[in-house]
Every structure is written in C-alpha cells, then in structure tokens.
Nanobody, 115 residues
Framework: QVQLVESGGGLVQAGRSLTLSCAAS????????MGWYRQAPGKQRELVAT???????NYADSVKGRFTISRENAKNTVYLQMNSLKHEDTAVYYC?????????WGQGTQVTVSS
C-alpha cells in the first residue's frame, strides 16, 4: 500500500504561480509513474501531467508551456510548478502514482484561481 500526501494548494490570483507537492510513503517497490490529475466541478477527472522514473513527461495540451512536473526519486516526491494560472485551472488536484499495475491516489488538494 502506498500513501500519497499532497500539499501546496490554495487560492491565487490569475496570472500568478503555485507549486504542488506530493510525497509517497516508502515502498519496497519502484514507483513507475507519478503525476497529477484534476477535477473541476461538474467535470470528469482529467490528466494534467505525468512523469516516469526515467523523467519522461507528458502534459495535457491545456497546461503545456505553463506547468512543469518534476520528481525526486530518492524522496518519492513529485512536484507541479504551475505558472500563469487561469481561472479554468480551478479544480481539485489529485496526486497519482503507479506501482507495477496498481494505481494510487492522494486525497486531493483544492486550487482556486480568482479572475
């Protein structure tokens, strides 16, 4: 069992920046992929960005050029640097980790961007 603890959410004005962090509990197995998804009110959960243990990244088109995902493998921690935030980025952001074929989710952290 892997537990994910997110931090860094909050209220921010449009155009400003925010950084999310997610720390995974220690595990005997390697964490293949870590990332972030988000869910806005009335919408389905969607991918924001993912990063593999080899630092291969994938971004949603809506955040490319504004968000940067990174990870510290030694700490099992993933970060999401969010710049030039827009009102439409408002959502609950969920940390994600995959160990072998099992997916784990954090409890979510609210990001609210005021326009």
């Amino acid at each position: 069992q892997v537990q994910l603890v997110e931090s860094g959410g909050g209220l921010v004005q449009a155009g400003r920046s925010l950084t999310l962090s997610c720390a995974a509990s220690r595990t005997s197995f390697s964490i293949n992929t870590m990332g972030w998804y988000r869910q806005a009110p009335g919408k389905q959960r969607e991918l924001v960005a993912t990063i593999t243990s080899a630092d291969n990244t994938n971004y949603a088109d809506s955040v490319k050029g504004r968000f940067t995902i990174s990870r510290e493998n030694a700490k099992n921690t993933v970060y999401l640097q969010m710049n030039s935030l827009k009102h439409e980025d408002t959502a609950v952001y969920y940390c994600y980790a995959r160990v072998a074929i099992i997916s784990y989710w954090g409890q979510g952290t609210q990001v609210t961007v005021s326009s």
